[in-house]
């Protein structure tokens, strides 16, 4: 009995992650961007909620159902691990950017992804405005900042270790 206990595989809870963006209001960006950032965050380990996917259950056509998609996103930032934003635009989506404020209020893991070539901003340091990085470390937010799908997978990046415990 005691030699099958050291033979078990210990399973570990995956991190769940929450993948804010505004890529579910276009059929076409929800078909085409939206699936690589999925499937590299899940090939990551991470267990991704996706909102627009999670709220497929709400029925648009009953009254209210505007806020109950709000209270939905909202639940889930609270309870998910950590955030990958969107943050493309100029500026980024508001409601990106709703989620994300919530998650760095609540201590959240913050990764953001911006493959967008514009600067939003009036700071040097930065690409976008200053507030966004409030919730990642003053030296080194840049691993937690995120320009391509491939360097998602990165294991320099802070993503790669996070979601490895490190």
């Known amino acids: 009995m005691l030699e099958n206990y050291f033979d078990m595989e210990v399973s570990v809870a995956r991190k769940i992650i929450y993948l804010a963006s505004p890529y579910g209001f276009s059929q076409q960006q929800k078909s085409l961007l939206l699936p690589p ?3 590299s965050l899940e090939d990551l380990g991470a267990e991704v909620w996706e909102p627009f996917a999670r709220n497929n259950q709400i029925d648009f056509t009953q009254t209210g159902w505007a806020y109950s998609v709000a209270q939905a996103d909202l639940e ?3 309870k998910c691990d950590g955030i990958f934003a969107v943050v493309n635009g100029t500026p980024p989506d508001e409601g990106v950017m709703v989620e994300l404020g919530v998650a760095i209020a609540l201590n959240k893991a913050i990764f953001l992804f911006r493959d967008d070539f514009r600067r939003c ?3 040097e340091q930065y690409p976008l405005n200053l507030m966004l990085f409030s919730g990642l470390p003053k030296v ?3 691993d937690y900042y995120y320009t ?5 997978q990165s294991p320099i990046k802070a993503l790669y270790s996070w979601l490895r415990g490190k």
């Open 76 to 78: 889930d930032v609270r």
């Open 148 to 152: 391509s799908t491939d360097e998602i």
């Open 140 to 142: 080194g937010w840049e």
């Open 37 to 39: 950032l999925f499937q």
């Open 121 to 123: 901003t009036d700071s």
